[in-house]
């Protein structure tokens, strides 16, 4: 579990939509704890870095975007997408001896799939994945919601079989094939039946035709890539911890790209991934009640039934985890 504020595991987290940080501009984030600025320059690249000016703590959330930099307003001091202070007003010339040594807290960042990206951590351990089995994707809008809980809760759900049948109409057929490929990974392949019980289940079940084999992997317990290995759409799920018990999902729906894209295959794509991004949030909205205000532990688990969430937890915990503090002091040392 969280040992501390601002500790969580080093993976990407998504943090905003491409669509919604606009050139020369920033917005500030609430996030692990925290407040975070991001902005984006003249050249379109992307800075995530702390709100508060490292010289005399002035909030930098309304800070002008100057020289593809965030200047800040009361000394006009400019920090580049890193953090490092790049120009002081006040200074007869820009000694760099000075200016490396006042810098803001920065954190790596991508865009990619329509999504702003952090890691959390000082340098990324792995790439953004795709789905498994998938070369290539086209990818569709973007959506997100929030959830009253903690941020790895939809992972810990993966791995839940018993809430598969009791939640979701979902019969898991077989044993599933668990697998680790790093420190960082842990996937889940399995093949299920739809129970029919809803108007949803039954739709389903046409588009299945049968039973269907789902393959996930989780990253970081931040990410999950899944793809339905029948249809060969999927989607990424990301979730962005705010604070203890609330979190905010980003779903990307996706599909394996065609051989030949055309113009008609890429409208047909378009819409129905639209509705694939639709499908995926009615399933996952079925887990937003019970999981309301949950404080997950690995509680009095049953063998045999809960052998893939105790495979969860064990993995869950031994993620390496990072916390803004502890990197402060060993910069300062």
């Not at 200074?91 to 890691?119: A, M, T």
């Amino acid at each position: 579990m969280n040992k501390e504020v601002g500790s969580y595991p080093q993976s990407w987290y998504p943090i905003l939509r491409s669509k919604e940080l606009k050139k020369n501009k920033s917005r500030v984030i609430k996030a692990f704890d925290k407040e975070l600025l991001i902005f984006r320059d003249a050249n379109e690249q992307v800075g995530i870095v702390g709100r508060y000016c490292c010289h005399m703590g002035v909030d930098l959330g309304n800070a002008p975007v100057v020289n593809n930099c965030i200047q800040c307003p009361l000394h006009g001091w400019q920090f580049d997408r890193k953090g490092n202070c790049l120009h002081i007003p006040s200074l007869k010339s820009n000694d760099k001896n000075i200016l490396k040594k006042r810098s803001l807290n920065s954190f790596p960042c991508q865009e990619k799939y329509g999504v702003i990206w952090i890691y959390w951590g000082k340098k990324p351990a792995y790439d953004i994945p795709l789905p498994p089995d998938m070369d290539a994707i086209t990818v569709g809008p973007c959506s997100h919601f929030s959830l009253t809980t903690e941020f790895h809760m939809p992972c810990l759900n993966t791995f839940d079989l018993q809430h598969f049948h009791h939640v979701h109409h979902r019969k898991i057929i077989g044993i599933p094939d668990i697998s680790q490929e790093n420190l960082y990974h842990m996937g889940i392949k399995m093949e299920v039946e739809v129970i029919p019980l809803t108007l949803f289940d039954r739709l389903m079940k046409r588009l299945f035709h049968g039973n269907a084999t789902i393959s996930i992997d989780c990253w970081g317990a931040s990410l999950l890539l899944m793809n339905n290995n029948k249809t060969n759409y999927g989607a990424i799920i990301g979730s962005l911890p705010i604070e203890k018990y609330k979190c905010l999902m980003f779903i990307i729906p996706v599909k394996k790209q065609s051989a030949q894209q055309t113009q008609m295959t890429q409208i047909m794509d378009n819409i129905c991934l639209k509705i694939a991004e639709k499908m995926v949030r009615s399933f996952l909205s079925m887990d937003e009640i019970p999981m309301r205000g949950m404080k997950p532990f690995s509680g009095c688990l049953v063998n045999e039934l809960d052998d893939a969430a105790a495979n969860y937890w064990r993995y869950f915990n031994s993620l390496p985890r990072f916390s803004v503090i502890h990197s402060a002091q060993k910069k300062d040392e």
